[in-house]
């Protein structure tokens, strides 16, 4: 896999750092691991023009340990070096999440994508907040009538939380869904692509869009939680909608918004000295 071999690449960058390139497992203690820690901090990749982010070192520093738990598990070594404290391990990245606001919704609908069924699983993302695990794997029998007759709601369970989710479907969600089929069968089942390949559909679509911010298919669900956050929603109704488990996390979405209001307003800074 492309991060298994990335994680190996920084290893043999940090050991040339260090001047150590055939190290012995005997010879990694706890000031080797804080020291690599240190050095993906810093370290930069594609000729000196990226650094990595924070999520990225903690999943590097996730690959070694769990090598070197490997390593105690087939006695190589005593114990595992990288059995740090929390304060001392790379945080998470707690800062922005990207996402599309109303307009630039609006700009990717209007543009053709070279793979129907994409678009219409990423809208339909964008409008649900479901994430592309639960996208693949909804199906017409999770698709239920509201009291009143006319709603249509979604009840699904997750895939990656196990949480029960209930969605009711806006008339913009409908839009983007397919025409119903047996009860059992998949709603997006014509999105047989790999995910790989639905990254770089993206990619290009949001290109022909003029769509200049980093967009996967995982921002379709922080688009979900800023667009109805910016259309009223409060904090808890989004984090039900979301299946998150705490309303922590939703909170983050909150943070997102404030700082886009700090920025609208600060537009007019001397605007009219």
């Known amino acids: 896999m492309r991060s298994k071999r ?18 012995l497992l005997k010879e990694v203690d706890k000031e080797f691991c804080k ?4 050095f993906l901090r810093t370290c930069t990749f594609n000729n000196g ?3 990595l982010s924070s999520t990225t070192c903690r999943i590097f520093v996730n690959r070694l340990t769990a090598a070197l738990s490997l390593a105690v598990n087939e006695g190589l070594i005593e114990r595992n070096p990288f059995k ?3 304060k001392e391990k790379p945080k998470k990245d707690s800062a922005m999440r990207e ?4 307009e630039e919704i609006k700009q990717v609908m209007a543009t053709p994508c070279r793979y129907d069924i994409v678009k219409s699983a990423f809208l339909f993302s964008c409008f649900t907040g479901l994430r592309y ?5 909804l199906t017409w029998d999770e698709v239920h009538k509201a009291a009143d007759g006319k709603t249509l709601y979604i009840e699904h369970k997750q895939v990656k939380t196990k949480n029960m989710v209930t969605i009711p479907l806006s008339a913009e969600a409908l ?3 397919p ?6 069968e998949q709603v997006f089942y014509q999105l047989k692509i790999t995910h790989t390949t639905v990254e770089v559909l993206l990619a290009e679509w949001m290109a022909e869009a003029g769509i200049q911010k980093h967009i996967t298919y995982h921002c379709s669900r922080h688009t979900a939680a800023t667009l109805l956050l910016t259309l009223g929603a409060d904090l808890y109704t989004v984090s039900k909608i979301l299946g998150h488990r705490s309303i922590k996390t939703t909170e983050i979405y909150a943070k997102i918004m404030d700082k886009k209001k700090l920025g609208t307003v600060n537009l007019v800074n001397y605007m009219f000295s």
């Open 6 to 23: 990335n994680a190996r690449d920084r290893v043999k960058q940090y050991l040339d750092s260090i001047y150590k390139p055939n190290i």
């Open 35 to 38: 020291g690599y820690i240190a």
């Open 49 to 51: 023009k990226k650094t």
């Open 84 to 86: 740090l404290e929390q």
């Open 99 to 102: 996402f599309l606001t109303i």
């Open 133 to 137: 695990s639960d996208i693949k794997s």
């Open 175 to 177: 839009k983007w869904m």
């Open 179 to 184: 025409k119903q089929s047996k009860n059992h």
